[in-house]
């Protein structure tokens, strides 16, 4: 069993692509008299969703993007929302932009989802960009899976040739995970399994990993004997868990028990710090690539 893990490690990598980022947007605003400019719109109150649009509204300012929060009450319409997206497509002051989620009960994600221009949508949601990224042509991908290529690639991980058993079937994450590591690409080149919540017995699925990417959403799923020796490990879950001893009253933990699988990987992401700056560093390069940087 190995004991040597090593992380990878999330804050030092989106540091090195926020730099590229930054330098983009300073030619962009060479080029085009303005720097890029992404717009978040965050429905309701959600804490956990207020926190993620914060740190994408900061991340923009880290690297010289304008940035517009826009806010609606949660008892908003689904018209009303829908009215906003079209000013937002129409918006020529604005590269892309992005609907939080998830969105309250009255309002149809997919239809929101589907009226955002496929060449804004910055998320890379849309079926077109869904789509185009199944056929290897140029568009936007998903921020998650997208992170994750460039945590692999910034470590050189090798995955040519190796299972990867992705644990979770979103339309946001594990779908467009699977296809992008089963890619003829660097990351990519793998045999792929999607495992979701109806696989029988999982671990027996689990522990076949080369590579594991786990986006299941439970805390501390999976556990050291659902993973092999010297498997390299992806934790894209993030949880807030109650602790007293912390100042704070939390910790965070993800989908992986970090503690016991870690000493088993030769790497492992951790969590916080690994994924998370990752999905918010894809973001911004997507925003900088509709801005034509
Ligand atoms: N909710 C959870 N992750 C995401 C994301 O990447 N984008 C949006 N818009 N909402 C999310």
């Given at each position: ?8 490690d999330?804050?030092a ?31 309701g ?11 994408k ?7 010289g ?5 826009l806010?609606?009450?949660?008892d ?9 997206v ?15 989620l998830?969105l309250p009960k009255q ?27 199944m ?7 998903p ?8 945590l692999?690639?910034?470590h050189?991980?090798p ?6 058993v992705?644990v979770g ?33 999982l ?6 990993a ?13 556990g ?11 934790d ?13 009253g ?7 028990d970090f ?13 916080p ?21």
């Open positions: 069993m190995s004991t040597t893990y090593q992380l990878l999330g804050k990598c989106s540091k090195a692509v926020l730099e590229r980022i930054a330098k983009g947007a300073m030619e962009v605003k060479k080029k085009r008299g303005r720097p890029p400019h992404l717009a978040a719109v965050l429905v109150d959600d804490p956990a969703s207020q926190t993620y649009v914060a740190s509204v900061k991340a923009c300012e880290g690297v993007f304008q940035s517009t929060l806010r609606r009450p949660a908003v319409t689904e018209g009303d929302l829908l009215e906003l079209a000013s937002l497509n129409a918006d020529a002051s604005l590269d892309g932009f992005i609907v939080q998830p309002i149809d994600e997919e239809r929101v989802t589907l009226a955002i221009a496929p060449g804004k949508d910055v998320d890379g949601f849309h079926p077109q960009n869904l789509g185009r990224m056929l290897g042509l140029p568009g936007y991908l921020a998650t899976p997208s992170g994750i290529l460039e692999l690639k910034h050189e991980v995955t040519e040739g190796k299972h990867c992705v079937r979103s339309n946001i994450v594990g779908t467009p995970m699977a296809v992008l590591m089963s890619r003829n690409a660097n990351p990519g080149n793998c045999t792929v399994t999607v495992a979701h919540s109806r696989t029988r017995d671990r027996a699925i689990t522990r076949q080369d590579i594991l990417i786990v986006a299941i959403g439970k805390a501390n799923f999976i050291e004997d659902m993973v092999k020796d010297e498997a390299v490990v992806v894209v879950g993030i949880h807030r868990l109650e602790d007293p001893t912390r100042k704070n939390f910790r965070l933990c993800g989908d992986v503690d016991r699988v870690a000493p088993k990987c030769s790497w492992i992401t951790p969590v710090g690994g994924v998370g700056p990752m999905t918010v560093t894809s973001l911004l390069l997507n925003t900088l690539k509709a801005a034509g940087g």
